[in-house]
T-cell receptor, first 116, second 113 residues
Framework: GAVVSQHPSWVICKSGTSVKIECRSLDFQATTMFWYRQFPKQSLMLMATSNEGSKATYEQGVEKDKFLINHASLTLSTLTVTSAHPEDSSFYIC????????????FGPGTRLTVL | AQSVTQPDIHITVSEGASLELRCNYSYGATPYLFWYVQSPGQGLQLLLKYFSGDTLVQGIKGFEAEFKRSQSSFNLRKPSVHWSDAAEYFCARMNSGYSTLTFGKGTMLLVSP
């Protein structure tokens, strides 16, 4: 149980285009999901906390207009990178909190974004 | 701010030898602590966690960790390393409010034959 999926697993796009990444909790409901960014050989940096039915909470230094987060249901959160630039190339990982369960995050497999 | 320190960027261990990965956390109320493993290009897999109770925690794949409040440490150990254990290991703590996680910078484990 407690499986989180991400789609796509990798994506290549042109500079200036937008890319949407999906994060789904497959077998549980998640009122809260998190989006992380990981640069090569570095740790995970929290970008934002996504709560179902409300606006996301962004960490300091993360542009909310560039990284649009939508948590429309208890099993789906999306991250849209708008007007992508090469410096947005990174590994994006989501996680989900089991609603009503212990405060443990379950992580997705990640999405590799490459902006040309 | 709450922080997590992993002092070793990378460690090389011979297959079959014992392993200890260090993790220190900044002072705070009883922390919720985690160890995750990440293979290249993959997401994170939870090895073990400490919330309360017995300070020696058993995890998957033969890993264990010991919470030592006096040393603000939560070191990960394994008595005999296998080549498949080569990966990046992250220590993390749950922040106050019991929601977000702060990760250490990670320790890359290399296993030599």
């Amino acid at each position: 149980g407690a499986v989180v999926s991400q789609h796509p697993s990798w994506v290549i796009c042109k500079s200036g285009t937008s890319v949407k990444i999906e994060c789904r909790s497959l077998d549980f409901q998640a009122t809260t999901m998190f989006w992380y960014r990981q640069f090569p050989k570095q740790s995970l940096m929290l970008m934002a906390t996504s709560n179902e039915g409300s606006k996301a909470t962004y960490e300091q230094g993360v542009e909310k207009d560039k990284f649009l987060i939508n948590h429309a249901s208890l099993t789906l959160s999306t991250l849209t990178v708008t007007s992508a630039h090469p410096e947005d190339s990174s590994f994006y990982i989501c996680s989900a909190l089991l609603a009503g369960g212990p405060r443990e995050q379950f992580f997705g497999p990640g999405t590799r974004l490459t902006v040309l | 701010a709450q922080s997590v320190t992993q002092p070793d960027i990378h460690i090389t261990v011979s297959e079959g030898a014992s392993l200890e990965l260090r993790c220190n956390y900044s002072y705070g109320a009883t922390p919720y602590l985690f160890w995750y493993v990440q293979s290249p290009g993959q997401g994170l897999q939870l090895l073990l966690k400490y919330f309360s109770g017995d300070t020696l925690v058993q995890g998957i794949k033969g890993f264990e960790a010991e919470f030592k409040r006096s040393q603000s440490s939560f070191n990960l150990r394994k008595p005999s390393v296998h080549w498949s254990d080569a990966a990046e290991y992250f220590c993390a703590r749950m922040n106050s409010g019991y929601s977000t996680l702060t990760f250490g910078k990670g320790t890359m484990l290399l296993v030599s034959p």
